[in-house]
């Protein structure tokens, strides 16, 4: 687990799945992600999720605000998918409702801090679509630094979409690296 001065990044529940579900319901914070889930591809998630951590020791924890309990969606580490095999992926992912509170700095920098800590990376990886402003804005502010040259068209989730544009960014571990902006 992972404790911020309002947030618990920490390992997915049962009692996880339904609010989990109702975020993937809405069209908004789904807009760049996909289209909305069903409660098996919930499941699913959730489920990968969870096998991820108990392989890794770590994964895209569930956020849950320290002050009520309430499940705020998820950001964290895990293995990146094609073109990134091989790195480290962050992740992020809030319900509407809470946007603009600057949770979603708060548990991906927390996540960054227990990736130099925890693995042996040189860098940490995020990917977007160029027209999600407020994902690629944030890793921006989280010190990473976009690879134009490694941009990519990642399928669609959805059958039948064409590839889409996918934007690639990266944090070096302290010390290591720096790129020229």
Not at 18 to 46: I, K, N, V
Not at 116 to 132: M, Y
Not at 134 to 150: A, D, K, Q, T, V
Request: with cysteine; glycine share 10%; net charge positive.
């Amino acid at each position: 687990m992972i404790e911020t001065e309002r947030l618990l990044l920490r390992g997915w529940r049962e009692a996880d799945l339904a609010p989990f579900h109702a975020m993937g319901q809405d069209a908004e914070a789904m807009r760049y992600l996909g289209p909305p889930t069903s409660r098996d591809e919930t499941r699913w998630t959730l489920n990968r999720a969870q096998a991820c951590q108990a392989e890794h020791g770590h994964c895209q924890w569930a956020i849950e605000r320290k002050s009520d309990g309430a499940f705020l969606g998820y950001c964290g580490l895990k293995p990146g998918d094609a073109p990134m095999r091989g790195e480290i992926e962050i992740g992020w992912q809030l319900d509407r409702r809470v946007w603009g509170h600057g949770y979603a700095r708060e548990a991906a920098a927390a996540s960054i801090a227990w990736g130099w800590r925890n693995l042996a990376v040189p860098s940490i990886a995020a990917v977007t679509v160029p027209a999600n402003r407020r994902s690629w804005g944030l890793m921006e502010r989280l010190g990473m630094i976009r690879f134009p040259e490694e941009d990519f068209r990642y399928p669609d989730l959805t059958p039948g979409e064409p590839p889409r544009a996918h934007i690639l960014y990266r944090i070096a571990r302290p010390g290591l690296w720096k790129r020229a902006a």
